[in-house]
């Protein structure tokens, strides 16, 4: 099994981080084989003007040696194809993804490339498989008990899936900015329980694990 471990707060000892390494360390636990590969996304910079004219045509006709965020997309994108299982730490900020977040997907959002617009809309062009969604939230914006308009999870389903990514699964620690710290260990172990229960089922699938894991 080969895992895209993603994260991007700009906190390195943020609770979303930890959940992030806790989702894989359950993964290497099913999975001792498993290869990790490592993608730190908080400093990300929004895409470049390259970038964007390139998007603005209507096909990649340039054949240019990809540079700036075409050449990061590149490689951002063959890490998602590479990947069985994707695992994504992030906070929510201001309702919905950080801004760095925004900017992985619009590296990773690519028309011809990820994604192919047609008559009837878009068409996601990577072959689904499972992203284990870690967040890390100071209020409560999932769930029955949410305070807070959720902007966070509608966003990333649709915007994962109109790439192909449809089996998003959300494993969540709420209330860090009012909970302490042994609570809010409890939550993400609770949380990680129950996440496993099912990754153990979907991984004895074979091929593409696409099983429910864990929904907010
Ligand atoms: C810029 C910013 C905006 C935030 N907006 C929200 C928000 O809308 N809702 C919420 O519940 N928490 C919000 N928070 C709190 C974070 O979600 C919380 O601190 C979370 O634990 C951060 O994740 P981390 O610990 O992995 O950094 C915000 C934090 C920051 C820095």
């Known amino acids: 099994m080969h895992i895209l471990h993603i994260d991007c707060s700009p906190r390195q000892d943020g609770q979303s981080r930890r959940l992030s390494a ?8 099913l999975s001792p084989d498993a290869v990790v590969t490592r993608r730190d996304i908080s400093a990300l910079p929004p895409p470049d003007a390259h970038y964007a004219s390139l998007l ?3 096909a990649e006709t ?3 040696q990809p540079e700036g965020s075409v050449g990061l997309s ?3 994108i063959r890490e998602i194809e590479a990947a069985d299982i994707l695992v994504l730490g992030t906070p929510v900020h201001n309702f919905t993804v950080p801004a760095a977040l925004k900017s992985w997907l619009d590296h990773v959002v690519r028309v011809n490339r990820t994604v192919a617009l047609g008559l009837d809309g878009k068409q996601g062009l990577i072959a689904d498989r499972p992203v284990l969604v870690g967040v890390a939230a100071g209020g409560i914006i999932l769930g ?3 305070q807070q308009p959720d902007f966070f999870t509608p966003y990333l389903k649709a915007v994962l899936g109109c790439i192909g990514l449809q089996s998003v699964h ?3 620690v709420q209330g860090t900015a009012f ?3 042994d609570v809010l260990r409890a939550a993400a ?3 990680l329980t129950a996440m496993t229960a099912d990754l153990r089922s979907s991984l004895s699938m074979p091929g593409r694990a696409a099983g429910a894991i864990h929904d907010a």
Do not use: N, W, Y
Not at 22 to 29: C, D, E, K, T, Y
């Open 170 to 172: 959300f494993i969540s």
């Open 56 to 58: 603005a045509r209507p």
């Open 22 to 29: 806790g989702i894989v360390a359950q993964l290497h636990a």
């Open 62 to 64: 340039t054949g240019e």
């Open 179 to 181: 909970c302490d710290e």
């Open 74 to 76: 590149d490689i951002m």
């Open 144 to 146: 029955e008990k949410a």
């Open 189 to 191: 172990d609770q949380a």
